[in-house]
Every structure is written in C-alpha cells, then in structure tokens.
C-alpha cells in the first residue's frame, strides 16, 4: 500500500462537486454557504457532538442519516450563525433548508445533511439561507476550494487535504476539509469537518473506520477544552472509484482517512485562536489507553501548561501536577518529563541543570512533550493543543462585540 498527497481537498475522490458562495449571512460579505453534493446517493457515515446542547441542525441531520439508512446525497453547511439554543424555529429553519437543497439536487430531503456554525442564540435568516441553497447549487464544480473557505469563521485560513491510496486491490482517494479554532475539544469527532471517499465501502463500515480514526485525529486535539453544541464530522464514499473495501482492504481505508484526519486535525491545532505554538503531547507508561488520553487531555488543557509553554517556561512541576489529578494511575516515583528529548525530570528528581536547554527548545512554534506516568504499563497516547496567548481572550472577549 502507498499513500501521496494529491490536490483537490474534498473534491479530491471521484464521484463528488462541491462550492462555497456568500449568502450575506456574514456582514463581512465572506463566503458563508458550503455545499457539498454526490453525484450519485453515497454511502454515509457521522459522527455528532456529546454536548447536551445540539444545535437545529444536529438535530436533523441525525434523524435524516437514520431516516436514509446511511445513504446521503448532500452536506449543506453555513458559517456565521450556529443556529443554536434557536427553538422550534431553528429547526424548522434547519428543515427548510434540507428540503431546499434536496429540491435544487432531485433527491429525497433525507439524504441531505445540514450543518452550522457561528455564534450560539442568533436566529439564521431562513430567506438568506434559501438563496444561498441555490447559488450553491449552481455554482457546483469539481474544485471544491471554495468549499473550504465558505465554512470558515475565525479560522486564519482554509483547511483541506487530498491523499490517493494505491493498493494491490485498486486505487481510491480521499479528500477532506475541516474548520475550526475555537471552543475546540470535539469529545467525539470535531468541530466541523467533512471527507469524502470514491471508494465502495458499504455504510456500516464506513462509520467503523470514521470512528476510528476520529479517536487518533480529530478527538486527540484540543484548543481550550470547549465541546461546541454544533460539532460534526462526516464520511461521504460515492464509490466511483474501482476500489471496493471490505474486510480485508478495511485497514487500508482506516490509512487513508487518517492520512487526511490527521493533516487536517493538527491544522486546526497550529490555527487555533491566538496561538503561536503547536505543542505534542505523548504519554506513554500508562495502565491502559484510556488512562494514557485522560492524563494527555488534562495536561493539553491546562491553562498552566499552556501558559508556560506561551512563555518558553520549563515548568515541568505544572505536567506533573495536571498528570497526577487528572485520574490516571500516576506514579511519581518512577515517573519522566521531557521537553524535546531534554530530560526535566525522572524517578522523582528534578533535572533543573537542563532546564535552558529545553527553555531554547520551547521557544519553536513547534514543541513536543513527553511524560511517562510510571506505572509500566503499555497504554500510550498522543494529544496535539496549543499555547494560551492573551490574543485569545482578546477574541473571545470581543466574540460577540
């Protein structure tokens, strides 16, 4: 098997068109209606978010992927309004929408998904929706750059990725795009992010691997440690392609899709909002998996570690101490910190004769953290985050102003 990077992000597998128009619902005047469309009904599988809290179109579009048995036509998506906490009238606007965009492509209101993202409370205007339903119908092609631009909110810049799987059963690809930059701890899948597949993979395995490979992508990363009410994650396969995946081409899909997750994920992470530094935390020695992900995600979103790694500080007594409580078996005595491979501490005693070595080494914008807890145990895990900047709360101070 041999996976290349190829161009063409979510238009990358055969079998699908895609564009991004402005509606008007951002006053800014951006790109703000994605529409992503199957030539033919695809395979479908979705990932939703854990918050009690789900968003309109959460709502619908969980009931239409139950309602078309996995089988999905199109994601319509908007940016600049969450249609969230927005009652019986969001979901009627979420409805609308879906029926809208069903009518534009001839299929079944069921085999359309929506998905939102903006600001929590706001009322999406239905009209301004509708017309931006059609002027993405229109504008469908296959270069799906617009697509990735038009679901963006404080994202810096547009996320997407392409790869091509080359195995000795046939070839396929897989292509992807994913927002995200803020309120970002997905606990499930991610903020939004959609790929696609021209490979013939029937539903119920699809969503197999989607879930795996959100595991190690997209649920390994975290901005602030915020679960969104709108989070999504979604897998088209038209199949077009002369690749059919079963069970013995399974692992070759899980690469591919990850292969994609992965690149898009980490993104999301180096844009996140204010930050300045990508930072690789890997926990090894860990009783279980389980254990090794609680200690990495305690520690990836402590605003102590975070803040020290903003300002180059080798404190390792803050990896320390978020590891010990964040309910993972610790043992401090046979215990390891690392900053880039420098030694800071182990067996309980501190190594502060290294600690200008690995102030120097947290000074990059990319920066990695090794911490094994001790137990001797084989769990492991790895969770990407970033720096906690003052640029952040500036944002998230001014969000709604």
């Not at 897998?235 to 690469?255: F, H, R």
Request: glycine share 12%.
């Amino acid at each position: 098997m041999r996976i290349l990077a190829i161009p063409g992000g979510i238009t990358a597998a055969a079998g699908f068109r895609a564009s991004g128009v402005a509606a008007g619902i951002k006053r800014s005047g951006a790109l703000d209606v994605t529409l992503i469309a199957a030539d033919q009904a695809a395979s479908a599988a979705a990932l939703f978010t854990t918050n009690q809290v789900q968003a309109a179109p959460v709502q619908v579009s969980r009931a239409n992927l139950a309602a078309s048995r996995g089988h999905v036509r199109a994601v319509i998506v908007n940016s600049g309004c969450a249609n969230a906490c927005t009652g019986s009238q969001g979901l009627e606007t979420a409805r609308a929408t879906v029926a809208e965009t069903g009518a534009a492509l001839g299929c079944p209101s069921e085999q359309v998904l929506v998905s939102s993202t903006g600001v929590i409370g706001v009322h999406l205007d239905r009209k301004t929706m509708l017309a931006g339903v059609h002027s993405a119908a229109a504008a469908l092609s296959r270069d799906g750059a617009s697509a990735a631009r038009g679901i963006m909110t404080t994202d810096l810049a547009p996320k997407e990725h392409g790869v091509q799987v080359e195995t000795p059963k046939g070839v396929f690809r897989v292509g992807g795009i994913a927002k995200g930059a803020g309120m970002i701890e997905p606990m499930l899948a991610t903020m939004l992010a959609f790929m696609t597949t021209d490979a013939k993979v029937e539903p119920a395995l699809l969503d197999r691997a989607l879930r795996e490979v959100a595991g190690r992508t997209f649920n390994a990363i975290t901005v602030d440690g915020e679960c969104s009410t709108n989070d999504m994650l979604v897998g088209l396969a038209s199949g077009a392609s002369d690749a059919t995946i079963g069970e013995a081409e399974y692992p070759a899909l899980v690469a591919g899709l990850e292969a994609v997750a992965r690149t898009l994920a980490i993104a999301i992470v180096r844009g996140g909002e204010g930050a300045t530094k990508l930072v690789e935390i890997h926990v090894t020695g860990a009783a279980s998996k389980e254990d090794a992900m609680r200690a990495a995600k305690t520690m990836a979103n402590s605003p102590l570690v975070k803040t020290a790694v903003h300002g180059a500080d080798p404190n390792w007594g803050r990896l320390v101490a978020a590891s010990g409580r964040s309910g993972a078996r610790f043992l401090i005595d046979r215990a390891l910190v690392e900053v880039g491979g420098v030694l800071l501490f182990q067996n309980g005693q501190p190594y502060d004769d290294n600690a200008p070595e690995a102030a120097k080494l947290l000074e990059r914008d990319e920066i990695e953290i090794h911490v094994d807890l001790g137990t001797g145990g084989a769990g492991e895990a790895t969770v990407w985050t970033c720096d906690l900047s003052a640029e952040y709360v500036r944002i998230n101070g001014e969000y709604r102003t």
